[in-house]
């Protein structure tokens, strides 16, 4: 699924397990796009992070791990002095645990 239509599918009403299982299998293809194309990693968190603006994302509660996972790739989509402590390892294990 690209970047596009995912975000015009979260930016709809639709039933929110729908909206979740939508994610979670986008983010496990840009998880594995990023495996096979590490050099463009910074280019996969922005369209990650982008899903924000989205009516489904901003629907969640704070403690939400899909909200927790589009929030690291935020930090990730920064140049490498910005995140901080974020790390691939950690949106791994996040979109893992969806």
Known sequence: MN??????????PKPENQQRQMLAAYLREQLARRNEYPDQ????????????????????????PYLETLLLAGELELPDRHHGTATWTQLEELISAL
Not at 3 to 12: A, H, P, R, V
């Open 3 to 12: 970047s596009e239509l995912i975000y015009d599918q979260l930016d709809q």
């Open 41 to 64: 990693s910074r280019e996969i968190a922005y369209h990650i992070a982008g899903l924000l603006s989205t009516m489904f994302a901003q629907s969640l509660d704070e403690d939400d």
